[in-house]
């Protein structure tokens, strides 16, 4: 829970962060004693400033700069935001823009992009694990004689591999046929139903006569052990937090070194899911600003994130961007996406 603060207070709160968001300087108390509405000298708004400074809420960069907010500063001026929210229903056009035929993954990466043009932030959309997701193919590669590489597809596009060591090397030729075997005795189950077939198969004696289909089980059996439906990930609009992070005011080596956080969990989006995941814990819209995040890769960030259901499981969509970023629009915009994205999978 965050300092109390007076009405004065909050209010040249709210407006130094407001316009800090704005300008990216150190908004100066002369400024706001002309520019807050409160009829308020300079020399009051100094005191009310170090008051903040005192709470943690404001820094001053330079003994001779304004102030600029710290993530609890942020924090306090989203909260007023959140607290003055009035939830509405989505925008026609909104719907109209994600309504496009197609999947539900489709939706989704029409969802980031949304997200990412409304918001001028990255846009993200993450879908949650399918238990029905179904296998469509499983190749099988030889590696370096005693290695197989398993590359199973799963329909939708995900794709898992695994690297197994047989007992016995096999050539290419036999670990084509067995893909082909596989592939047209349980291609269209789902994961959890072809590996239980697989092993189902492999406790008939009867079958291992052939040494193929054997082979075959076998290798599937151990490509398909331990993989489970994932969680996927659409992500937009980098381009617009290169233009954020790289902008008048900024260090440009500390915003260089952010960005390369930023897309080297973007490239390993495994590790994103993971992040994005810890700092998701409830249904509805969560903000997180900065030092809040628990994992350090996204302490330089905040994240606007809401969930959206498809009948049975829960999803999020959200953005991505620097602390400096414009919550109110942001807000706004994920809310209204989310909400667009439940009506239009309730729909289907």
């Known amino acids: ?16 962060v407001s316009e800090y968001i704005d300008q990216g300087e150190p908004v100066s108390s002369s400024w706001l004693a002309a520019n807050s509405a409160l009829g308020l000298s300079p020399a009051t708004v100094r005191n009310i400033l170090a008051r903040l400074e005192e709470q943690g809420l404001v820094r001053q960069p330079h003994t001779s700069a304004g102030r600029v907010p710290t993530d609890s500063g942020y924090r306090q001026y989203v909260d007023l935001l959140l607290g003055a929210r009035k939830r509405s229903r989505p925008l026609p056009d909104v719907e109209a823009r994600l309504r496009r035929p197609g999947t539900m993954g489709d939706l989704l990466e029409n969802a980031s992009q949304e997200l990412s043009r409304a ?49 016995e090397p096999y050539d290419g030729l036999v670990l084509t046929q067995a893909a082909n075997y596989i592939n047209g005795e349980f291609a269209g189950l789902t994961l959890l139903e072809a590996r239980t077939a697989i092993m189902a198969r492999l406790r008939q004696e009867r079958i291992l006569y052939d040494a193929l289909i054997a082979q075959a089980l076998q290798l599937a059996s151990a490509g398909l052990d331990n993989v489970t439906p994932e969680e996927t990930l659409h992500v937009q609009g980098t381009s617009y937090l290169l233009d954020e992070l790289l902008g008048v005011g900024v260090d440009r080596d500390q915003a260089l070194e952010t960005l390369r956080a930023l897309f080297r969990m973007i490239e390993g989006r495994h590790r994103l899911i993971e992040l994005l995941t810890h700092s998701i814990e409830a249904d509805g819209l969560t903000v997180v600003i900065g030092s809040e995040h628990l994992l350090p890769e996204l302490q330089s960030f905040s994240l606007v994130a809401s969930t959206f ?14 602390t400096r970023m414009r919550y109110q629009r942001a807000i706004s ?16």
């Open 1 to 16: 829970m965050g300092p109390d603060l007076t009405e004065r207070q909050r209010r040249i709160l709210a407006r130094l």
């Open 333 to 348: 915009v994920v809310d209204s996406v989310s909400q667009a994205v439940t009506t239009l999978l309730d729909g289907q």
């Open 119 to 167: 918001s001028r932030q990255v846009g993200f959309a993450l879908a949650p694990a399918d238990p029905s997701v179904r296998l469509r193919h499983i190749d099988f590669v030889n590696l370096d004689g005693d290695r197989v590489l398993v590359v199973i597809v799963a329909a939708g596009g995900q794709i898992t591999h695994k690297v197994i060591q047989p007992a």
């Open 309 to 322: 259901h498809d009948g049975t499981r829960a999803g999020t969509v959200g953005v991505i961007g620097p």
